[in-house]
């Protein structure tokens, strides 16, 4: 069975902080795969990175980071210089190699104050 | 490409109505699938299918049926609406693994609230 622990519920920040989201995860298959998906106030899940288990090299998209460490079983997500745009509730997934459902974590809510 | 659309938007029900959701995605995706999102519950598959003509309970499936008689549409009704349906719902679907390409990413559509009076 697959988990995922996002254990911050709510972060709230001033904008240009520098924050990380945890993630947590736990799975018995040697292949998977972890997501992350922002959902804006708006609504929308917006998929944002795909790691697979085999790639354990961190990622940089703009001010977006993704740390993955198979070690911690963690993949955080770390927003450099925070805008208010960046406020959103983000959630992080992982998915068996072979297997049909993901499964989610309950989301971490960041609030960006400007 | 669309990606995935959902129809209605919006829609309020009394207790007792029925109803359908419909998603259609364009990306010619094997799977599909039907979630609910409450707050502080994060998400809650209901049903999902991995082909046309094929549907699985997931989580929480009671209180819905789905099917899936075209590949590229997933439908969700709701036989007699209960306030405990009020929600918002999201379709999703992904691309079936092909031989050396690993899995793909789960796409969603918009979403559909719904209150249930």
């Known amino acids: 069975a697959q988990k995922v622990t996002q254990a911050q519920t709510e972060i709230s920040v001033v904008e240009k902080e520098d924050v990380t989201l945890d993630c947590v995860y736990e799975?018995?298959?040697?292949?998977?795969?972890l997501f992350w998906y922002k959902q804006p106030p708006s609504g929308e899940l917006v998929f944002l990175i795909r790691?697979?288990?085999?790639?354990?090299q961190n990622e940089i998209s703009g001010r977006y980071s993704w740390n993955f460490q198979k070690s911690t079983s963690s993949f955080n997500f770390t927003i450099t210089a925070s805008q208010v745009v960046d406020s959103a509730v983000y959630f992080c997934a992982t998915l068996s190699g072979g297997s049909y459902i993901p499964t989610f974590g309950r989301g971490t809510s960041l609030i960006v104050h400007p | 490409n669309a990606g995935v659309t959902q129809t209605p938007k919006f829609r309020v029900l009394k207790t007792g109505q029925s109803m359908t959701l419909l998603c259609a995605q364009d990306?010619?995706?094997?799977?599909m699938y039907w979630y609910r999102q409450d707050p502080g519950m994060g998400l809650r598959l209901i049903h999902y299918s991995v082909g046309e003509g094929t549907t699985a309970k997931g989580e929480v499936p009671d209180g819905y049926n789905v099917s899936r008689l075209k590949k590229q549409n997933f439908l969700l009704g709701l036989e007699s609406a209960a306030p405990s349906q009020t929600s918002v719902y999201f379709c999703?679907?992904?691309?079936?693994?092909?031989?050396?390409?690993?899995?793909?990413?789960?796409?969603f559509g918009p979403g559909t609230r719904l209150t249930v009076l």
């Open positions: 990306m010619n995706h094997e799977y």
């Open positions: 799975t018995r298959d040697t292949t998977y795969y």
């Open positions: 999703a679907s992904r691309r079936r693994a092909g031989v050396g390409t690993g899995t793909d990413t789960q796409y």
């Open positions: 790691r697979n288990s085999f790639d354990e």
